[in-house]
Structure formats: C-alpha cells, structure tokens
DNA sequence: ATGCATGAGAT
DNA sequence: TCTCATGCATA
C-alpha cells in the first residue's frame, strides 16, 4: 500500500515542450525581475550602512534601508568567519530537515501536467537580472557575525523565536514515474489540444505569449472560474478530468498562482492552453447543468512547515541584497549564525531567486 | 495568498 | 548544486 490519495493523472511526457523562448519578446526579460521585495540597493550605501549598525539596532523600525543594510554587511562577514573558522571542525550540522517520515513511498511527486521538461527543455539565457552582486563587505570583520546573532539582528526583541518548527510528514505522491527527458528540441504535444505552441514561427507574434495577452487572459479566467462558482482548488483537481495526455491535476496554489501571475513566463505559457481547455469544457458542462467534477480527497499525514522568524529572514534579505547566491559556504556560515538548518537556508535562497523571477507587473506594461 | 519544500533535469 | 515547476501547510 502506499500513498492512497493523489491521483495520479497521467504518466508522463510534458505535453508541451514549447519553445521556451519562442521568438518572445525580447521584453521577456523585464517582464519577469518584478515583484522584488527587497530592493537592490547601492553597496555604498550599504557600506555606510555598516557604520550605522550599531544605532540601527535602537531603532528598528525606523531607518529601514540603514538597518536593513547595516544587516547584510554584517551578514556578508560570513563567509570571512566561515573561511577562519573552517579550521577547527565544524559542529554536528543539523540533521537537515527532511522531515518525511512519511509512511514509506518513495514520494515521486511530481505529477504536474507540464512538469518541468515542458519549459526547461532549453533554457533560456537566464536574464540577467542582478547586475551586480558586489562583494564589498571582504574587508569586514568576522566578528559582525557574532552580533549578528539572530535574536540580534532585530533587537533581539523576538526572543528565541523558534526559528524552525518541527516538522514531521511527508507527502504522498505516488511513485509515478513521470520523467521523460527532456524533448530536447522536439516539443511534440500529445495531439492537437490547445496546446499549441507559444509561437515559434517568425511571421507569427505569439499572442499567447504576449504578457499582456496573459494577464487579460489570466484574469478573464478567474472571472468565468468565479462565475461558475468554481474554486481553484476545482480547477486543480479537475484538470485532472480533462483527458489531456500528459496533464494532470494541479494545486490550488498553482491555479491561485496562475490568475495571480505568480508564476514564471514560461509557466504561465505553458498553463494557458491547459486552463483555457478546462474552461470551455467546465462552461460547456455548466450550459447543461451537468456540474462540477468531483472533488474529494484522502487525508495523509500532514508536515510541518518550518518558519523562519522575522529577524532571521530579515537577515536573510538584507543578506540576499547583496550576494543572492552564496556559496555552500557562506550558507552554512549564515545557517550556523541564524541558527538555522543549512538545507532551511539554502532552500530559502532558491525561492528567493525563484522569485524574483516571477511574472507579476513586470515593467512590459 | 504565500512560505518553505521536493524532485527532475540541466550545469 | 542550481533552476523550475509544483505542492503542502498555513496565515
């Protein structure tokens, strides 16, 4: 026995391996930066900023930038402890998170309809986003790190604020095997659904890809969702109704993510034609009264999820502003200062990076 | 609506 | 080890 829930809607194969990159835009980039929650700022100032630490701490909330910065010098000391410190043995890590103690299935999750392949198949030159990271803070001294103790950090007013909450669980995902590799090149689509393809040919200006066409659509398809009385979570499991070779149910946090365009270009792409199916079969469907799909699930074990406190992640901003890609290193030096898991760490900065990403107003409007 | 996490695939 | 697409859990 095993995971006795997900459904595990299809198999495999990304049903559209579009281009990635059609022949978007060349907007395509500033379309995605948006929606940074920390600002980049200038590592002059941050420098200044160091000096400004010490009163920063008195008053928090008021010079945000100042404290903030201050924050992320310190923090960027790291890596210069981490490199004095590496002589004398670590401690015992943390026994990362993992807190599966599922019940056993090897967690195969994964069982998104256009899983990865459909829109990594050939990367696109990553946009440039941070310009710069600036590594100013060499010449500091590693002791900012013992100050940047976490409860510190925002005037330890937060006391030991459980950094991590104990998590337990697993999910249950079924052991599908849904990887095919990559359609390196050949994006083939089950059949003719509506996934057609972002647009590749030159003549042809994708208007699926146009994120202007994306965000009307995204919201005309909240709108008719709402109309149906439908919720997202419908949406999601209902997709997996849909008989559409290589599409499976999503989560309501895609579909929230989806009308939200919270979601990567590519992503949204490559969701479109999917949601855009289900909309006209749930409206169909409605025309004759037929009602929703059904909905149900079993219950599984539930994981905690781990919550880093205010003042830690507030370091992990600052920290973030500055090198948005630290090294294994200067994670584990960050992890140990915060007192956090180093995976905890780690995983929080893909997300950032991941965010930065996302569609959202991008500046194409 | 979003934070933290997993995992496949690419580097 | 990173990126990306996604999901569970939770505010």
């Not at 490199?83 to 043995?89: A, F, L």
């Not at 579909?255 to 792409?269: D, G, Q, V, W």
């Not at 995976?343 to 893909?350: D, G, I, K, L």
């Amino acid at each position: 026995m095993m995971s006795m829930n997900s459904k595990q809607p299809f198999t495999m194969h990304a049903a559209m391996a579009e281009p990635k990159y059609p022949t978007l835009h060349p907007s395509s980039e500033a379309m995605r930066r948006a929606c940074l929650p920390t600002p980049p700022r200038s590592p002059l100032t941050a420098m200044c900023a160091r000096t400004l630490c010490v009163l920063s701490q008195g008053n928090i909330f008021a010079g945000l930038d100042e404290s903030f910065l201050a924050r992320a010098e310190a923090l960027a000391a790291v890596d210069i402890v981490a490199q004095s410190k590496v002589h004398h043995s670590h401690h015992p890590f943390k026994p990362d998170a993992t807190y599966h103690t599922m019940n056993s299935v090897g967690c195969t999750s994964t069982a998104g309809p256009l899983s990865h392949h459909a829109a990594l198949t050939s990367h696109h030159p990553h946009v440039g986003h941070h310009p710069h990271h600036h590594q100013h803070h060499q010449g500091l001294d590693g002791d900012l790190l013992d100050h940047i103790s976490p409860n510190l950090t925002l005037a330890g007013l937060s006391g030991p604020e459980a950094s991590v909450v104990p998590t337990s669980a697993h999910h249950a995902h079924m052991p599908g095997m849904n990887h095919m590799h990559q359609a390196m090149g050949m994006h083939h689509h089950p059949h003719g659904l509506p996934l057609h393809h972002g647009g590749l040919m030159p003549g042809m200006p994708d208007t699926e890809a146009d994120p202007r066409e994306l965000e009307a659509f995204a919201e005309r398809f909240k709108q008719r969702r709402i109309k149906l009385g439908v919720t997202q979570a419908d949406v999601g499991s209902a997709l997996g109704n849909l008989k559409i070779p290589g599409v499976g149910s999503l989560s309501q946090s895609t579909i929230c993510r989806f009308e939200s365009l919270t979601l990567s270009h590519n992503n949204m792409i490559a969701l479109k034609p999917i949601l855009q199916a289900w909309l006209e079969e749930a409206e169909k469907a409605h025309r004759s009264k037929q009602s929703k799909p059904d909905l149900f699930n079993g219950g599984e074990k539930k994981r905690k999820r781990t919550s880093i406190a205010a003042p830690e992640k507030r370091s992990l901003e600052a920290y973030f502003a500055v090198q948005p890609r630290p090294s294994s290193e200067k994670i584990a030096a960050i992890a140990e200062k915060l007192d956090l898991k180093k995976n905890v760490v780690r995983v929080w900065f893909c997300n950032q990076r991941q965010k930065q990403k996302r569609m959202k107003f991008s500046a194409t409007h």
